[in-house]
């Protein structure tokens, strides 16, 4: 959980592919101490260019994924790094897409899972943060066991998810490990504000 997220330098995994259906050749590397990726259609001048990739989400055992910013908006970027597999490709969405897709948006919902104190969206918009966009890489120890101040302070006691009753206990994980096929999020809660020992089902049906 430490490594689900950070600065895409720090968790930089380097690589080429060639995606058959566009025949755009992707390219992630490290130049002058920043985080690219490249990409370009082989004998198309038009389609060239690169982005700087700011954050990476994911701990890269099952996959990896880097974010980039374009005038203030978060992007998620239209490849992955699958670990299994050990390769890049794109994206699931974009698995068939025969363009260069730059639109996948970073939300809200799903840094809440791979990072601490992330920034709430710029209101108005559903991708625009202000910098930096979390405050802590990866998952903390407060996510799972609450607020730590008075441990840190004094020695006093965190929650321990086994001593929960079950159905906080189990809130806890299913915070961000859902079952099913979807989580609908609750009208004016967000999994953002969820802590240890909040009923999951106050934040999403």
């Known amino acids: 959980m430490a490594q689900a997220s950070g600065p895409a330098m720090q968790g930089l995994l380097t690589g080429e592919f060639v995606h058959s259906p566009s025949r755009v050749h992707y390219r992630v590397y490290a130049e002058d101490g920043k985080a690219w990726m490249s990409f370009g259609r082989p004998g198309d001048n038009q389609i060239q260019g690169k982005k700087e990739l700011l954050y990476f989400i994911g701990t890269g055992h099952r996959g990896r994924t880097y974010l980039f910013s374009q ?6 970027a239209p490849i992955n790094w699958y670990g299994q597999q050990r390769l890049w490709d794109m994206a699931p969405a974009y698995q068939k897409d025969r363009q260069i897709p730059m639109n996948l948006p970073a939300v ?12 709430p969206p710029v209101p108005g918009t559903e991708n625009r943060y202000e910098q930096p966009l979390f405050a802590h890489a990866g998952v903390t120890c407060e996510r799972c066991h609450g607020e730590g101040v008075a441990h840190v302070e004094s020695g006093g006691s965190v929650v321990n998810p086994a001593k929960l009753p079950p159905e906080r206990r189990d809130a806890i994980c299913m915070g961000c490990h859902f079952e099913g096929r979807v989580a609908i999020q609750q009208p004016g809660h967000s999994l953002a504000d969820f802590r240890a020992g909040d009923r999951l089902s106050d934040f999403v049906h």
């Open 71 to 76: 005038d203030g908006f978060v992007f998620e």
């Open 108 to 119: 809200s919902s799903c840094l809440a899972c791979h990072t601490s104190n992330s920034q």
